[in-house]
């Protein structure tokens, strides 16, 4: 069990973290010093990778970008919208392989809905992102929670 700290985190470098959909890329996130910080999953500095290791109360792994909830995000969001016919279109695009793209697109039309799931995102997100710290026993001053 580490220690209860209050440190500083860019809380905009967190989220980007956790929004990132490239497998390439992998995040952590210093528990001393609060900056999130990245490299490319197959970074070829091993005294890099050791000192990772060594210190892993210090440096966590952020968890990457997770399609199965946003996917499950979508689909609530889908079945909330009252206008029939943006119900249809969306239905269709969420069944194609990377829904979120073509929901953009078709959601710029309608702003409401544009922004009713954007706030839903970022509810979400920000949820993920505090059960996170909570697991790991940060407790950020000065975030939004």
Known sequence: MGVM??????WDDLL???ENPDP???YFLDRETGEVFYVPSDYEDDAFWDEIE??????LLIPCFDYDQERQLLH???????????????DRAFVGKSPYGRLDEILS???EELERLLAIKEELL???????LEEHDIYPSGEPF
Do not use: Q
Request: proline fraction near 2%; avoid cysteine; glycine fraction near 6%.
């Open 54 to 59: 060594a210190d892993d109360e210090r440096y």
């Open 126 to 132: 920000t949820a993920r992102v505090g059960h996170w």
């Open 24 to 26: 390439e890329m992998v």
């Open 5 to 10: 700290r209050d440190m500083e985190i860019v």
């Open 16 to 18: 980007d973290a956790f």
């Open 76 to 90: 609530e969001f889908i079945k909330g919208v009252t206008n029939g016919k943006l119900k249809t279109l969306l």
């Open 109 to 111: 039309f309608y702003p």
